[in-house]
């Protein structure tokens, strides 16, 4: 794990250095182009302070030896803040953002996958098959914009952000909570739309596969009831295709909410990575980057984990 | 409903032209004044106006009655002590003042109002009277329409964390001068006037007495020597200073006269210095509150400052101190006081994707009428990721008033669509800038043979009238502009006619009369060749944020095919366009075309080599700007026509800067845009329509019209401090 951590911070360090220009050329070229300009002098200025006039190897080493002894993930030029502390305000709703998404998505997805496998060609199969190919179908963003013209066009709502403005400024409260959730709702079906779909899809032909198995017939030779039947056996193994692509739910999930984040103007880390890129502020994105990598390594322990737990096959496998 | 407001509207005007009516004659006495003053015993109905009128001849003239009676109450206990002016009870004594006495004391009374929310803080000791917060000489703005009411926020959008501009546009601009609204002169600020030497030397300013910070310590000229001492000439913390600062190469000099009078003294004139007050350049100085700022610097604060940096994760003081230099951190630290009529308290970087700045109970301007502003309570700005967001907004009206990212020319219909649903109307903006397109072929092209052919004055003009400029206005821009080339306004006292106009005819004919001088032979495609024999090819740089400009460039590459030009468009990410244009890699680029008004005088990026934005000759420009680029600058040889007179043009513009004499100045514009028409640097193609931005139907005293421009930051120009709603 620590030498995949360590080759990806590299990997990411380069890429972001890989654009022409730096921070200082993006700030300036902002700047022109809203008809504002800068002083050449302070430009230079601007490029030693950051320590961008150095070789990137100095640049990445340095970094690298805060990160490691001193926990500092340096600053961003951008906001002149410590990255941890901007990582961390908008970290927050993010998990709870793709939280919501996973319990909806599976929640939805399970029921609903197991039931159009059971009751294959029937016309409940065949609405949530073609539910399930339009939601994979339809790009995420496209699906906001139409939510935002539907709710500005009928209901003179404009669901942009997370809160409503007053409680933007306002500490944590009840009120608070239940304003979120009243704006939450869209990002979780908005993000959660195209994932359900695929599960479904997967889960009914997971299921499909084992239905037709000789152990399904055994059971049933032996009088199992058949909501037990399945529940207890099929469904199990077909599981198991479920857990192991879950830990690319994570990432996948932040990376895809940074287009939806953007359009719904949620104040998730989605946006401030997407910044941090196109203004060049290195050491932000790459904070950004070195997180959402270590999330999926985690998450692929977990799930490795989980599947280890749910499938005992994968368990004796490794004994 | 409708009448009824207009009634009330009417009543009000009325009420205050019977208030105007009367205030010349606050100071003059009535039909029987008493001579020597005399007291007076309140009877039932009495009021301090009926007494006043009764007495003085003028109701108006009533704190002046009031005055009187409690001074000769603290002799006389007989006499009444008036609290309130509206309350006064039967049996009262009061104490007539003379005439000559009560004028002398409306001729300096000065009745001051005050928000609401400010009045009961003062009703709680929190905050002192406002006659003790606002300076001896607060600052009088006229109203667009009408005198407002206090109360409501002002909301808007910013797309984005950095877009501060927007910021600097509504309430970051209060500097020692500025900008009137209307853009023709410079008026006093901050400072109440000022005085300039006869050879534009030493410019006096005064300042205002008892002019206040946000939080109530006083604004003096130490404040502004604080910026002088402690950024200005540290060479450790600031080792290249603002070129503002710097004519003829030397810094200048900042002294303090008494607390209330600055110097700047040049070492040359420094005919534009009140100029490049009014841009938003000129900031800074008032933005050092020493009583605060001091505590990050070293020299002022020895003991702590290097316990403040550990805290703030700074390797020392000198870098916190820059940190708390930089334009935005104004904007950022909630802590930091201002002059602004707002002061931000919610500020983005604490992640609420908000910006919120409260009234500033110690602003220092008033309306007509006395009373303290801003009128609002509060400015308000949501975060938006995208500006399609900011859109919605828009049009569900919840932006009071807003032009910045979403007033588009796109946007333009669905604006208009839904101004009922979302309750407001346009106000329109007149651009600065001249024009869409500037295509500016690279005359210090590296390649010796593109060189040669670029700076062919004949190719450029060929190239130009092969354009069909209708066309693009039509099919593009919505038939709003005219042809034009890189030529100021008419607006402007140097408009010159020929440089805007020359070769914007479309003629196919012409074009390739010019361009056979240059480039006679063509292949079998018809296409021209190069002196080495093969097709000439160059392309052409733009920015892929500007999908317009991508357009025009579009229709420009067929239409150059007629002529047997091979141009190719060249999409790029903006900081690679930078970097390219900058190392002076390019063939071409296109870019807008900024500084058309009144403007131009600052920024002659288009009329000559300038600076680095000089797209035609980054390398000269850098050089004229005193700046270093990505290659080293260099300034023209004086080789050829085209060299000689571009340093010309210099000499003019360092004559112009050396000037006093906006005469003189006008002059000397004249000269450089000959020179430029004669020169033809750039080839332009037409000029922008009329902007618009939205404006709430509660939301006033905005202007109908306003200049757009960034060296004239609007909206602020136009005092937003009387906009108001109801």
């Known amino acids: 794990m620590i030498p995949t951590l360590f080759v990806i911070s590299v990997v990411a360090f380069m890429v972001i250095s890989l654009p022409p220009g730096d921070f200082v050329t993006s700030y300036v070229a902002n700047l022109s182009s809203q008809g504002e300009s800068v002083e050449a002098a302070v430009i230079e200025q601007m490029r030693e302070r950051y320590g961008l006039d150095q070789p990137v190897y100095i640049q990445y080493l340095k970094w690298m030896r805060n990160i490691l002894f001193e926990g500092d993930f340096g600053k961003s030029f951008v906001f002149r803040r410590p990255v941890t502390e901007l990582i961390w305000q908008r970290l927050t709703l993010t998990l709870v953002l793709a939280f919501c998404t996973l319990v909806f998505t599976y929640s939805v997805a399970l029921p609903v996958g197991v039931y159009s496998a059971a009751k294959q060609y029937s016309v409940g ?126 990432p996948e999930m932040i990376n895809a909410s940074t287009v939806i984040s953007v359009v719904l103007s949620l104040p998730t880390t989605g946006p401030l990575l997407l910044e941090a890129l196109m203004q060049q502020d290195m050491y932000l994105a790459g904070a950004f980057i070195l997180l959402l990598s270590t999330l999926t390594i985690v998450g692929t322990l977990v799930s490795d984990i989980a599947l280890a737990w749910v499938d005992p096959r994968i368990r004796y496998r490794e004994v | 409903m409708f009448c009824s407001k207009k009634s009330s509207v009417l009543s009000r005007v009325t009420i205050v032209m019977i208030l105007v009516c009367l205030l010349p004659m606050a100071s003059v006495a009535g039909a029987a004044p008493p001579a020597q003053g005399e007291s007076y015993t309140v009877q039932a109905d009495d009021s301090l106006w009926l007494v006043a009128e009764k007495y003085l001849g003028n109701g108006a003239a009533y704190p002046a009655v009031m005055d009187a009676t409690n001074k000769k109450a603290a002799e006389d206990a007989t006499f009444a002590t008036i609290v309130d002016a509206g309350l006064i009870q039967p049996g009262w004594k009061l104490w007539i003042p003379s005439a000559e006495e009560a004028s002398a004391f409306m001729a300096t009374y000065k009745a001051y109002n005050e928000a609401p929310m400010l009045a009961e803080l003062v009703a709680t000791g929190e905050l002192p009277p406002v006659e003790e917060r606002l300076p001896e000489n607060p600052m009088v703005i006229e109203v667009v329409d009408r005198i407002g009411v206090y109360g409501g926020d002002w909301n808007t959008a910013m797309q984005a964390a950095a877009d501060y501009a927007w910021v600097v546009r509504t309430f970051g601009y209060e500097h020692l001068v500025r900008w009137n609204p209307e853009w023709t002169a410079i008026v006093p600020n901050v400072a109440e006037s000022y005085e300039i030497n006869e050879d534009a030397t030493e410019f006096t300013f005064h300042l205002r007495k008892g002019m206040k910070w946000s939080d109530g310590v006083p604004f003096t000229a130490d404040d502004i020597l604080f910026w002088y001492e402690a950024w200005i000439t540290n060479d450790e913390l600031l080792p290249s200073k603002p070129f503002w600062m710097m004519p003829g190469g030397e810094l200048g000099v900042v002294e303090k006269v008494d607390d209330y009078t600055v110097k700047f003294k040049f070492a040359v004139p420094h005919g534009l210095f009140l100029q490049r007050l009014a841009t938003p350049d000129g900031y800074e100085m008032l933005v050092m509150p020493k009583h605060y700022l001091g505590q990050f610097h070293a020299d002022y604060n020895p003991e702590g400052v290097e316990a403040l940096a550990e ?80 859109v919605l907004m828009g049009l569900n009206g919840a932006i009071d008033m807003q032009d910045r990212r979403i007033a588009t020319a796109d946007n333009k219909a669905v604006f208009a669509d839904n101004m009922e649903k979302g309750n407001y109307h346009f106000f329109e903006t007149v651009p600065a800038e001249m024009n869409q397109a500037m295509i500016a072929l690279n005359l210090t092209h590296p390649d010796p043979v593109k060189q040669e052919i670029f700076r062919n004055k004949d190719f450029r003009s060929g190239l130009s009238h092969a354009i069909n400029r209708q066309e693009i206005i039509d099919v593009i821009f919505v038939g709003q502009g005219e042809p034009w080339q890189g030529a100021p306004l008419p607006s402007t006292a140097w408009y010159n006619e020929q440089l805007a106009k020359q070769y914007t005819e479309y003629d196919v004919d012409l074009a390739n009369e010019y361009l056979d001088k240059v480039l006679p032979d063509k292949d079998a495609e018809g296409f021209r060749l190069g002196p080495d024999g093969k097709r000439f090819t160059f392309s052409i740089e733009v920015c892929d944020r500007y999908p317009k400009q991508v357009d025009v460039l579009e229709l420009v590459r067929l239409q150059w095919q007629e002529v047997g030009i091979d141009m190719q468009v060249k999409f790029e990410e903006r900081a690679l366009l930078y970097e390219r244009k900058d190392a002076n890699e390019h063939d071409a680029v296109v870019w807008a075309g900024d500084g058309g008004g009144l403007d131009s005088m600052l920024e002659l990026r288009w009329y000559m080599p300038f600076n680095n934005e000089s797209n035609y000759a980054t390398p000269w420009g850098y050089y004229y700007a005193g700046a270093v680029g990505g290659i080293e600058p260099y300034p023209p040889a004086g080789e050829d026509e085209l060299e000689q007179n571009a340093l010309k043009q210099w000499e003019l513009y360092d004559q112009l800067g050396a000037s006093s004499d906006p005469a003189e100045q006008t002059e000397l514009m004249k000269q450089i845009m000959e020179i430029a028409a004669d020169q033809f640097y750039v080839i332009g193609i037409c000029t922008l329509g009329p902007g618009y931005g939205i404006v709430r139907n509660d939301f006033h005293n905005v202007p109908e019209s306003m200049p757009l421009s960034w060296l004239y930051p609007h909206p602020a120009p136009t005092n937003p401090e009387q906009y108001f709603k109801e």
């Open chain 1, 125 to 250: 199969d065949y609405v949530a098959t073609f539910l399930g190919f339009i939601g994979v179908a339809i790009p995420q963003f496209l699906l906001a914009l139409v939510l935002m013209y539907v709710a500005f066009k009928y209901f003179d709502q404009s669901v942009i952000g997370l809160f409503s403005l007053e409680y933007r400024e306002a500490a944590w409260s009840w009120g608070k909570v239940v304003d979120l959730l009243k704006h939450l709702w869209i990002p979780v079906i908005i993000l959660g739309i195209a994932g359900t779909a695929m599960l479904i899809r997967i889960m009914r032909a997971n299921l499909l596969d084992e239905l037709h198995k000789p152990y399904v017939l055994t059971a049933r030779a032996k009088g199992l009831s058949e909501g037990k039947l399945l529940f207890k056996y099929p469904v199990r193994v077909a599981l198991n295709a479920y857990v192991s692509t879950a830990q690319y739910r994570v």
């Open chain 2, 311 to 390: 805290e703030g994760g700074y390797a020392n003081w000198q870098e916190m101190f820059q940190d708390r230099m930089v334009w935005e951190d104004r904007f950022e630290d909630p802590d930091r006081p201002c002059l602004y009529a707002w002061d931000v308290s919610t500020s983005i970087v604490e992640g609420t994707s908000l910006l919120v700045a409260k009234r500033n109970p110690y602003y220092w301007k008033v309306d007509p009428e006395g009373n303290q502003l801003p009128y609002l309570d509060r400015f308000v700005s949501v975060v938006a990721e995208d500006a399609e967001g900011m």
